[in-house]
Each structure stands twice: as C-alpha cells, then as structure tokens.
C-alpha cells in the first residue's frame, strides 16, 4: 500500500465492504466507491442550493433493482449533511406507507425520525442533539448580547428568542402544538427535568397514539398520526431552518411497495398522498424541504398500478414527446439511472480491489489483465449491455476477491474461466441460464482507467 494513500477508517471499510458483500448499500463510505453518478448528484446538489434560500424541490429517482438508486441516495445523504442540511430517509414497506390506516403513515414518520442526521450527528437519532444545539446557540447569543449566565436577564433574553422561532411555527399546520412542545421542551431542559425532556421528545417522535395519553403528559391537544405525518414533516424542515441549518433532506426508497398494494382504493390514497406533496414542492408551500423517492420503472410507468395509473400524477411525470432514451435530461422531476458504462464498471472494481486489499493489509493478487477478463465476463452474458447493474458486478467481484485472500493456491483466471465464481445473474424468463457469449457486448478502453495508487487518493 502506498504511503501517500489516505487510509480510510476501518470502522467505515469494514462497514462498506460487509454491506458491498451482502448485496446491501452502504450507509457509510458511499463515496469512496462513487462512479458514473457524478451528473445525476450535481442535479440535486443545485436543488440543494435553492431549498437553502427557502424553496423547496422533489425528484423521483428511477431505476432497476441493483442499479444504484438507494446507492445513489445515501451518495446524497452524505453530501447533503457536508453541505449543513439535516437529512431523513426510510424505506417502504407493508407496514409504512404515505397513507393508511392502523398507524402504516405514522410509521413511516417514526423512522424517518429515528433516522435523522446532521453533521455533528450523522448516524442518526440526532433529534436530541439538534434540540440541544439549538438551546445552547440561543444561550451563547445572550452572553454575546452582554449577559451572564448568573442574571435574571438571560433567561428572558434566551426565552425571548426562543418564542421569536415558536410563534413563527405557529401559523403552520399543526404547528400550535408543535411550539408548545418545544417551550415545555426548554423549560425541563433549564430545569434539567429529564423526564419532561423524555415526553416532548415522544411526541416530536410520533410515539403517543392517543391524545389522551398526550395531553396528560404535555398538555397538548394533538398528536402526530397517520393523517398529519406529512404537515410535520413541514414543520420540521421550518424549524431546522430557524435553528440554523439549511434545510431537511428526506428520501424515502422502495417505493415500489405501493405500486405492490393489491387494493386499489388504498393504492390510490398513497398515489394521492405523493400528488400532494408533489404540488407542495413546485408550488413552494413546503419551505426548506427536498423530497427525493427512489422507486423501479415498473412503479413510474405501469399503466394499472404505477404512478401512470393515477392521471394527475401521469400528466406532471409523464416524459416529454422530445425525450429519448439517448438524451439525459437532469432538469425535469424524474432521474432515471443510466446503466453504468463499461469504462465506469471497470473503474469500479479497480477501486473495490484497492479497498479491499487495505482493509485486510495483504497486496492484490489479482491483475490488470485477469481484471479485465473477469469484466468480460460479466458483459458477455445476453443482454448486459442494458441489463447489467453494479450490485451483480459487485457481490460477484468481492466473492472472488474473498476466495483469493483465503486460498493462495487459486488463480484468478483458473476461477474467472472455469466459472467458480458464480454470477449472481438470475435465470433467463425461460427458466434456463444464459449462456455465455465469447465476447463483450461493448467494449471498454482500459487506458482511460490505467490506475496508480495515487487513484484511490479520495
């Protein structure tokens, strides 16, 4: 390994390549593997910079299963918390949706609050420590306002900025109760009352499920559930701005879930939930709040089930009579993940061998030439040239690279050729494998990928 390297932690490699391993994306570490996307994340990087300004934004991101939209997501996520903005995620699933009954919308709220992340907090859970920097800013403004911490001026002054920021949440939906928790909020915070601490944290976290138990707890006369989920997430994204971030960042994958929903009346709530937050976007009634969905083009662009089914949605998504799969248009509210090149996929595993040779400190046994044998590989079976997508190459890639750690008799071309690593191709529709052609369905040009060590240099 060359000295003038950075090293990356190994808590984050180990992370990544378990992750890699397992088909699963990396919550940390996505941009140490970061290839080909680089156009897709500068589009919302400059929605980023007008959500900053107030404005608000939302992009579905589109593409099929492995071809990096969560990928893609937490690419963003890590940009995004850089950049000052607090972020959210959640997957769907059958028990979160956008709308539904039996708290299925609450629980799609309850973990993009679990999952909440800024810079001094990016793994999550960092509602606790937003309220706690908050407070301790308005603390520090009254003692650079000449007050001491001793005197009877500077709770005033602390409480009267605190209530400048409430009353400004006041007039958004729902947001009364949203203030009142956040002053009971400080009050146990001055008063060091964990307990009261612990309750208005429950409620900002949707974790009451009856306003009986709110209001004897807080005093509050609501509570967040599965019909006002969305009107919180608003006021979130105004409250972080006040508390001195940029905005909130919430991406929500799998939809795909939606478009699994076999009940039609249901399905179509969902689809009517996602028309409005749409509208609130373009409409910029949702102030500092980008919402990015990650989703397969079969829930775009199903005619029955998908987004298409639903028409208000299909006449604001529905690609222009000018588009073409040849030309990338980036402006639009739709992103849809290209197939990596050849060049891009080959840059990949040349990066993946260089980070998994760090992690377990041993020099790669694998070459330029046995790396390219391994890529043909991968592109010669029917239809790669549109079908392939990084997590097959990947999973693939880290397997070999695992047997030739562990067995220093193998060769990686006897493995390569003779096919002892399985590709993670499934069966053809007609339920027998795909053979493999002789060569690649496009080439790649090697020298523009003609690595040194200084390559890995993020």
């Known amino acids: 390994m060359d000295n003038n390297e950075i090293k990356i932690p190994k808590r984050v490699l180990s992370s990544l390549l378990s992750s890699l391993a397992a088909g699963v994306v990396p919550r940390s570490g996505a941009p140490y593997i970061a290839m080909g996307r680089q156009d897709e994340v500068n589009a919302v990087l400059d929605d980023l910079a007008v959500i900053a300004d107030g404005g608000a934004g939302m992009r579905f991101i589109i593409g099929k299963y492995g071809s990096g939209k969560s990928f893609l997501l937490q690419l963003i996520r890590g940009y995004a918390i850089d950049r000052g903005f607090v972020t959210a995620d959640a997957d769907l699933s059958p028990e979160r949706r956008f709308s539904g009954s039996k708290g299925t919308g609450r629980a799609t709220f309850c973990e993009l609050i679990r999952n909440l992340a800024c810079k001094s907090s990016p793994d999550g859970a960092a509602l606790p420590v937003i309220l706690t920097k908050w407070l301790s800013a308005l603390q520090s403004d009254a003692v650079a306002a000449g007050f001491s911490p001793d005197g009877d001026g500077f709770s005033q002054y602390v409480e009267k900025k605190l209530f400048e920021v409430v009353r400004s949440l006041e007039a958004q939906v729902g947001g009364f109760d949203f203030a009142l928790v956040l002053s009971r909020y400080y009050r146990a915070y001055k008063a060091g009352d964990e307990l009261k601490m612990s309750a208005c944290l429950r409620w900002l976290r949707a974790e009451y499920t009856t306003k009986t138990e709110a209001r004897a707890a807080l005093g509050v006369s609501s509570i967040i559930d599965d019909d006002n989920w969305y009107d919180f997430i608003k006021l979130y994204a105004v409250f972080f701005r006040a508390a001195g971030y940029r905005g909130l960042v919430v991406m929500i994958d799998e939809c795909v879930n939606l478009y699994k929903i076999p009940n039609r009346i249901s399905r179509e709530n969902n689809y009517e939930k996602i028309l409005s937050m749409f509208n609130d976007a373009l409409q910029n009634k949702a102030e500092g709040l980008e919402l990015l969905l990650g989703g397969t083009p079969q829930f775009l662009e199903d005619s029955r089930r998908g987004l298409y089914s639903y028409e208000a949605l299909k006449s604001r998504l529905y690609d222009s009579r000018f588009a073409d799969s040849e030309f990338k248009n980036l402006i639009g ?101 795909v053979p493999a052609q002789e060569t690649p369905s496009n080439g790649y040009d090697r020298s523009k990928y003609d690595f040194t060590s200084e390559d890995i240099q993020i």
């Not at 061998?353 to 590989?377: C, D, M, S, V």
């Not at 030739?404 to 008799?409: A, G, I, R, T």
């Open 333 to 433: 509210p739709v992103i849809r993940l290209r197939r990596l090149s050849d060049d891009e996929l080959y840059a990949l595993i040349v990066r993946l061998g260089k980070l998994h040779a760090q992690y377990y400190g041993y020099t790669p046994r694998i070459t330029q030439k046995e790396q390219e044998q391994f890529l043909k590989l991968c592109l010669s079976r029917a239809g790669a040239d549109t079908m392939i997508t990084p997590r097959e190459i990947i999973r693939d890639y880290i397997s070999l690279l695992n047997i030739l750690m562990q067995n220093p008799d193998a060769e990686a071309s006897a493995l390569i050729s003779g096919g002892a690593v399985k590709l993670a191709h499934g069966p053809d529709p007609d339920g027998g494998d």
